[in-house]
Structures are given as structure tokens and as C-alpha cells.
């Protein structure tokens, strides 16, 4: 992409409103625009963004065995009075009506919806088991929308259900999700939690919130300080081994990791001193099983082997795509800009022609640009005829991986400067060489 044919409206000036770094930086670098309170535009780098993330999370859950669908964003009243939620969800649900003074409104979650789908079609205990998931924007009026898309009243949630014959077969499915979870956060460059939180009145073990650790969190979190070093699942993993998964599961639950309502002070107490973590934490996603809490009153039952119908067991899980992109840029910025992990990075590299308008100058630009793309690399090239000055700053403030610096006098002694913006590492190499370090 050519910067003087992109959209790319930088803000020099900080935004007064944001008050944490990863809003700060997604409004200066033109990222998203706020239409109305916590209802944001996508804006193309930070479209590129969070469409990266979300193909990350689809390979995992596509890995994992959940297969996408796409529900509506307006669901009917009726559906939600069928499992008594209308009336408990209260004033975080945005509630309208059609033209026909019917009850509608702007899906919040999809439980309900998901329920009466699988009431539709799945009969026999021979269709389970299955899970279900969408990428999808949710409404809910937050009280007190801030820190940008970090806490939005529209956002984008990854969304997946589990249905299940039994308890058992259940929790397996739990497992898979939890271990899908792992492996999708470490792919963006996070070191996610799972931290023990509340099941409400279901009870049980299985409600993990993944949390990832950082000053400006909203919620208080305890865990045991091993967690950071933890390995993640291979990408090999056998999604279809219930003892694999479980063995999975049992290491990355076997030390202390509590979110403040769960949270047990003796226990935390055991965890010698200097490897006990009390600290600010960001929910990225939440897994939860609950059992037939939606298919029993719904009515979403299946024969059993024995032909004995019984309600499915579900659980549900949700990530966060548009809230990890400010997520990521908390964990991954420095006094200059954003540093955007290899994986979700907008573009992988940064061409800055320091002359534009210089024959020498653009032809060199022009083959890398060509050269590049033909592989595949997604570049950003710099072809305005900003200051250099100018173009350094944009690049660090926007964060791209890589950054391919080119002017006359390198190319009088045949070089380019190659920098990496993670450790500002900067090298002059022969084109041949620095092309060789990207691709
Ligand atoms: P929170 O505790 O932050 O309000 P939640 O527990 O209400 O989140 P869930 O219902 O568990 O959220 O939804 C699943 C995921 O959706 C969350 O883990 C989070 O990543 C994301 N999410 C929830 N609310 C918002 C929001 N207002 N803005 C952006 N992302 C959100
Ligand atoms: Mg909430
Ligand atoms: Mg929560
Ligand atoms: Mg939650």
C-alpha cells in the first residue's frame, strides 16, 4: 500500500479524552474514531488489525473442532423470555422496537439464540458432539464506557457454544476451548491467565476468565508468578483425546490463579513471598460451562443411546477481539509508539523513501515495493514527500515490525538501513541482504 493513496489521518496533538496509553495511541494513529459514547469507527490500520486478530482466533477454533456461523445482531424479545432473561439482564441490554411495536434488541450474547438453533436441528446424541461459534459485534450500554474500544458499548466478541450429551462429554469440551484459548493467546503475543471466576449459581470448576496482566486493568487479580513461564500447547495438539486435553488442562490449572471474587486469601497466603502475584488484570476471555441452564427450559433435548431424551449440556466461551487490540497495545508500546507483535502487525514493514521525487531514490523504493508484495509481505511505503524527520516518527508511532529506510546517499554506496522497531536495532545492509532478513 501506497501511503499517499492510503487513509492513514494521524493526530499530532494527544487526545485529551483518552486517559490510558492504548486509547491515546489508537486515536493518534488513526486507528478508530468515536461516532458516539463507546460506539466506535474502524478506521483501515486498525481494520487490519483486529480482521488479524479475529483470523488467528478462527484458526484456533477452527483447530479446536468449532465450526463458524454468523447470527444476527438483532434478536427477538420473545427468545430471551423463553430462558427468563428478558427481564434479569437489566439496563446493560439495548432494547428497541420494529414497526410492528414488537420486542426486539441488540444481541448482547447469544445463548438464547444459539439454544433454539440447536432445538431446531439437533435430535440425536449421534449429532453431538458440536460447537458452534461467530464473530460478531454485541451491545451492551456499559455504564461507564471508557478507555476506547478497551471498554465499548459495541464491540466484537468471538463467540462459541458447546453442546454436549452429558457432564462428561462436556467438560471435554470445556478443555478443548481452554487449550484453544491458550494457544490463541500466545499466537498474539500475550501471556494470558486463566484465573478461576465465579459460576454463579451453576457452581462447579468450570469458569475460567483469561487475563492478561497490566496496570491499567480493571479488575484485581492473584495468581502464582510461574504462570508467566508456563509453556503453551503445540499446535499438534489432539483435539479428539480427551485424556491429552484434561493433562492440558490439569498443568495450567495446578498452580493458584484467582480473579478478586474467587479469591482466597489463605490459599494465596501458601504461595511463597517472592513468587506471589497481586496485580491489575484485563479479562481478554471468558469459558464457561452451565449445563442445561438454557437448554431446559428452552426445550433443547436429544435421544440418548438408551432413547431416553434429556437436555443438552453447554457451555459457552468468548474472546474479546476489539478490546485485545488496545489489550495489545498496553502490553506493547514504548515512548514512541505502538510495537505491534509480528503476527497482527497492519503491515509487516515500513518503506520510508527519504527523497521522493528523486529518480535514484524511487526507482530503488519502487522494485523493494515490488519485490516484496510479489512474496506476499504486506508493506507500507512511505512515498509522500514528508520530511524524513516526519516519516521516522509516523513509523515508530504506527509501530510496523520492520522498517526499510532508503536514501541517496546509502544508494550512492549501495545500502538501505534496516531497522526493527521492537529494540530500535538499526543496520545498514546491502538490499539484497536486508530483503533477506524480512523474507
Ligand atoms: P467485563 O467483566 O469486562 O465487563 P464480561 O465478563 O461482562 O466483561 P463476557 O460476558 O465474559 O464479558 O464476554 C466475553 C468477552 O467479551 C470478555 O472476556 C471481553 O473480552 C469481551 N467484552 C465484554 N464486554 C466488553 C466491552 N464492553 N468492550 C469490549 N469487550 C468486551
Ligand atoms: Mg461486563
Ligand atoms: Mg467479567
Ligand atoms: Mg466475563
Given at each position: 500500500?501506497?501511503?499517499?493513496?492510503?487513509?492513514?489521518?494521524?493526530?499530532?496533538?494527544?487526545p485529551?479524552?483518552?486517559?490510558?496509553?492504548?486509547?491515546?495511541?489508537?486515536?493518534?494513529?488513526?486507528?478508530?474514531?468515536?461516532?458516539?459514547?463507546g460506539?466506535?469507527?474502524?478506521?483501515?490500520?486498525?481494520k487490519?488489525?483486529?480482521?488479524?486478530?479475529?483470523?488467528?482466533?478462527?484458526?484456533?477454533?477452527?483447530?479446536?473442532?468449532?465450526?463458524?456461523?454468523?447470527?444476527?445482531?438483532?434478536?427477538?424479545?420473545?427468545?430471551?423470555r423463553?430462558?427468563?432473561?428478558?427481564?434479569?439482564?437489566?439496563?446493560?441490554?439495548?432494547?428497541?422496537?420494529?414497526?410492528?411495536?414488537?420486542?426486539?434488541?441488540?444481541?448482547?450474547?447469544?445463548?438464547?439464540?444459539?439454544?433454539?438453533?440447536?432445538?431446531?436441528?439437533?435430535?440425536?446424541?449421534?449429532?453431538?458432539?458440536l460447537?458452534?461459534?461467530?464473530?460478531?459485534?454485541?451491545?451492551?450500554?456499559?455504564?461507564?464506557?471508557?478507555?476506547?474500544?478497551?471498554?465499548?458499548?459495541?464491540?466484537?466478541?468471538?463467540?462459541?457454544?458447546?453442546?454436549?450429551?452429558?457432564?462428561?462429554?462436556?467438560?471435554?469440551?470445556?478443555?478443548?476451548?481452554?487449550?484453544?484459548?491458550?494457544?490463541?493467546?500466545?499466537?498474539?503475543?500475550?501471556?494470558?491467565?486463566p484465573?478461576?471466576?465465579?459460576?454463579?449459581?451453576?457452581?462447579?470448576?468450570?469458569?475460567?476468565?483469561?487475563?492478561?496482566?497490566?496496570?491499567?486493568?480493571?479488575?484485581?487479580?492473584?495468581?502464582?508468578?510461574?504462570?508467566?513461564?508456563?509453556?503453551?500447547?503445540?499446535?499438534?495438539?489432539?483435539?479428539?483425546?480427551?485424556?491429552?486435553?484434561?493433562?492440558?488442562?490439569?498443568?495450567?490449572?495446578?498452580?493458584?490463579?484467582?480473579?478478586?471474587?474467587?479469591?482466597?486469601?489463605?490459599?494465596?497466603?501458601?504461595?511463597?513471598?517472592?513468587?506471589?502475584?497481586?496485580?491489575?488484570?484485563?479479562?481478554?476471555?471468558?469459558?464457561?460451562?452451565?449445563g442445561?441452564?438454557?437448554?431446559?427450559?428452552?426445550?433443547?433435548?436429544?435421544?440418548?443411546?438408551?432413547?431416553?431424551?434429556?437436555?443438552?449440556?453447554?457451555?459457552?466461551?468468548?474472546?474479546?477481539?476489539?478490546?485485545?487490540?488496545?489489550?495489545?497495545?498496553?502490553?506493547?508500546?514504548d515512548?514512541?509508539?505502538?510495537?505491534?507483535?509480528?503476527?497482527?502487525?497492519?503491515?509487516?514493514?515500513g518503506?520510508?523513501?527519504?527523497?521522493?521525487?528523486?529518480?535514484?531514490?524511487?526507482?530503488?523504493?519502487?522494485?523493494?515495493?515490488?519485490?516484496?508484495?510479489?512474496?506476499?509481505?504486506?508493506?507500507?511505503?512511505?512515498?509522500?514527500?514528508?520530511?524524513?524527520?516526519?516519516?521516522?516518527?509516523?513509523?515508530d508511532?504506527?509501530?510496523?515490525?520492520?522498517?526499510?529506510?532508503?536514501?541517496?546517499?546509502?544508494?550512492?554506496?549501495?545500502?538501505?538501513?534496516?531497522?526493527?522497531?521492537?529494540?530500535?536495532?538499526r543496520?545498514?545492509?546491502?538490499?539484497?541482504?536486508?530483503?533477506?532478513?524480512?523474507?
Amino acid at each position: 500500500m501506497r501511503l499517499s493513496r492510503y487513509f492513514l489521518p494521524i493526530l499530532r496533538e494527544v487526545p485529551k479524552e483518552a486517559e490510558i496509553i492504548s486509547h491515546r495511541l489508537m486515536l493518534r494513529t488513526g486507528m478508530i474514531r468515536q461516532e458516539s459514547a463507546g460506539i466506535y469507527a474502524w478506521l483501515p490500520l486498525g481494520k487490519r488489525v483486529l480482521d488479524k486478530i479475529c483470523n488467528i482466533i478462527r484458526e484456533e477454533q477452527n483447530r479446536a473442532g468449532a465450526v463458524e456461523i454468523l447470527m444476527p445482531t438483532i434478536q427477538s424479545a420473545d427468545l430471551w423470555r423463553e430462558s427468563g432473561r428478558y427481564d434479569d439482564y437489566g439496563k446493560e441490554m439495548l432494547r428497541i422496537k420494529d414497526r410492528h411495536e414488537r420486542d426486539m434488541l441488540f444481541g448482547p450474547t447469544n445463548e438464547e439464540m444459539l439454544t433454539e438453533i440447536v432445538r431446531a436441528y439437533v435430535k440425536s446424541y449421534k449429532d453431538l458432539p458440536l460447537n458452534l461459534y461467530h464473530i460478531q459485534w454485541k451491545f451492551r450500554d456499559e455504564v461507564r464506557p471508557r478507555f476506547g474500544v478497551m471498554r465499548s458499548r459495541e464491540f466484537l466478541m468471538k463467540d462459541a457454544y458447546s453442546i454436549d450429551l452429558d457432564f462428561e462429554s462436556a467438560v471435554t469440551a470445556y478443555n478443548r476451548m481452554f487449550v484453544a484459548y491458550l494457544r490463541t493467546f500466545a499466537r498474539l503475543g500475550l501471556k494470558a491467565i486463566p484465573m478461576v471466576a465465579d459460576t454463579g449459581p451453576i457452581g462447579g470448576n468450570h469458569s475460567h476468565e483469561f487475563i492478561i496482566l497490566a496496570s491499567t486493568g480493571e479488575s484485581q487479580v492473584f495468581c502464582h508468578a510461574d504462570y508467566l513461564a508456563m509453556d503453551t500447547p503445540a499446535a499438534g495438539v489432539n483435539f479428539d483425546d480427551a485424556e491429552e486435553l484434561q493433562s492440558i488442562v490439569n498443568r495450567w490449572t495446578s498452580l493458584y490463579a484467582a480473579t478478586e471474587e474467587k479469591h482466597d486469601e489463605a490459599a494465596f497466603g501458601v504461595i511463597p513471598e517472592g513468587e506471589r502475584l497481586s496485580a491489575r488484570g484485563i479479562e481478554v476471555g471468558h469459558i464457561f460451562y452451565f449445563g442445561t441452564k438454557y437448554s431446559a427450559p428452552m426445550g433443547a433435548k436429544v435421544t440418548g443411546p438408551d432413547g431416553v431424551d434429556s437436555p443438552v449440556h453447554m457451555g459457552s466461551y468468548g474472546i474479546g477481539p476489539s478490546r485485545l487490540v488496545a489489550a495489545i497495545i498496553e502490553a506493547s508500546h514504548d515512548e514512541n509508539g505502538i510495537i505491534w507483535p509480528e503476527a497482527i502487525a497492519p503491515f509487516s514493514v515500513g518503506l520510508l523513501n527519504l527523497k521522493a521525487g528523486d529518480a535514484a531514490t524511487d526507482a530503488a523504493c519502487d522494485s523493494i515495493y515490488a519485490t516484496l508484495t510479489a512474496k506476499g509481505v504486506d508493506v507500507l511505503y512511505d512515498d509522500t514527500d514528508e520530511r524524513p524527520g516526519s516519516k521516522f516518527a509516523t513509523a515508530d508511532l504506527i509501530g510496523l515490525p520492520w522498517q526499510i529506510i532508503v536514501g541517496p546517499k546509502g544508494l550512492a554506496a549501495g545500502t538501505v538501513e534496516l531497522k526493527r522497531r521492537a529494540d530500535g536495532a538499526r543496520e545498514t545492509l546491502s538490499l539484497e541482504s536486508a530483503l533477506a532478513r524480512i523474507v
